[in-house]
């Protein structure tokens, strides 16, 4: 099955950014074997689409000028890739920001609706323009995020935090996160491993 040229190309940059910049042995472990499995291509998903928010600010966020060679090279990659990318909006609720609906997007590149549609791993980006605040939301699988622009960030328990261009960070299972968006567009990556929480559920046992 053949993998489209420009995503084999940003996976071949992106996935070894991410595992550069991890922080801790959990998120590491987990972009090791997101990037084996990811290796294997799957089956062709979604056709390309656009948001409002899209056609606005992710040019700007996409030619942000960057000091390290690979994230230059890696939003190199992403406008290559962007004619492919479909973009979505989700529903928000009351934690997220005034204009959150015309404000966000997100694109799934490996994953459910992705331009590979697979569920053994999740590969996407989100987008949001300046001022959005997006939803407090929690997901099963643990994820890794590598931030390609400035923003703030919010992990359940703690304060906002800026993790800067190029900054990493994991989110655990379950745990309620969000991020919002200042004077420039969001732009950023993140990675999830559904099969990790899948693996730890354990056999029932069947009745007597």
Same mark, same amino acid.
Request: hydrophobic letters at 45%; charged letters at 20%.
């Given at each position: 099955?053949?993998?489209?040229?420009?995503?084999?190309?940003?996976?071949?940059?992106? &996935?070894?950014?991410?595992?550069?910049?991890?922080?801790?042995? @959990?998120?590491?472990?987990? &972009?090791?074997?997101?990037?084996?499995?990811?290796?294997?291509?799957?089956?062709?998903?979604?056709?390309?689409?656009? @948001?409002?928010?899209?056609?606005?600010?992710?040019?700007?966020?996409?030619?942000?000028?960057?000091?390290?060679?690979?994230?230059?090279?890696?939003?190199?990659?992403?406008?290559?890739?962007?004619?492919? %990318?479909?973009?979505?909006?989700?529903?928000?609720?009351?934690?997220?920001?005034?204009?959150?609906?015309?404000?966000?997007?997100?694109? =799934? *590149? *490996?994953?459910?609706?992705?331009?590979?549609?697979?569920?053994? *791993?999740?590969?996407?980006?989100? %987008? &949001?323009?300046?001022?959005?605040?997006?939803?407090? !939301?929690?997901?099963?699988?643990?994820?890794?995020?590598?931030? %390609?622009?400035?923003?703030?960030?919010?992990?359940?328990?703690?304060?906002?935090? @800026?993790?800067?261009?190029?900054?990493?960070?994991?989110?655990?299972?379950?745990? &309620? !996160?969000? =991020?919002?968006?200042?004077?420039?567009?969001?732009?950023? *990556?993140?990675?999830?491993?559904?099969?990790?929480?899948?693996?730890?559920?354990?056999?029932?046992?069947?009745?007597?």
């Amino acid at each position: 099955m053949e993998r489209p040229q420009e995503l084999q190309d940003f996976l071949d940059i992106a &996935l070894p950014a991410m595992q550069a910049r991890a922080v801790g042995a @959990q998120s590491r472990a987990s &972009l090791a074997w997101i990037a084996k499995a990811a290796a294997t291509p799957a089956a062709p998903g979604a056709a390309p689409a656009s @948001q409002p928010v899209v056609e606005r600010v992710l040019e700007p966020a996409l030619h942000r000028p960057v000091d390290q060679a690979d994230l230059a090279a890696l939003l190199a990659a992403l406008r290559a890739l962007a004619p492919r %990318l479909c973009w979505r909006r989700r529903s928000g609720d009351a934690t997220a920001g005034p204009g959150f609906d015309e404000g966000h997007a997100n694109a =799934m *590149l *490996l994953g459910p609706g992705g331009i590979e549609d697979r569920h053994d *791993l999740w590969i996407g980006l989100s %987008l &949001l323009a300046p001022g959005i605040r997006y939803p407090d !939301h929690q997901h099963a699988p643990e994820e890794t995020y590598l931030v %390609l622009s400035p923003g703030d960030f919010w992990q359940e328990g703690g304060d906002w935090f @800026q993790p800067g261009v190029g900054g990493s960070f994991y989110n655990p299972p379950n745990i &309620l !996160h969000a =991020m919002k968006a200042g004077d420039e567009p969001l732009l950023a *990556l993140w990675a999830l491993r559904p099969e990790r929480e899948a693996a730890s559920r354990k056999p029932r046992l069947a009745a007597p």
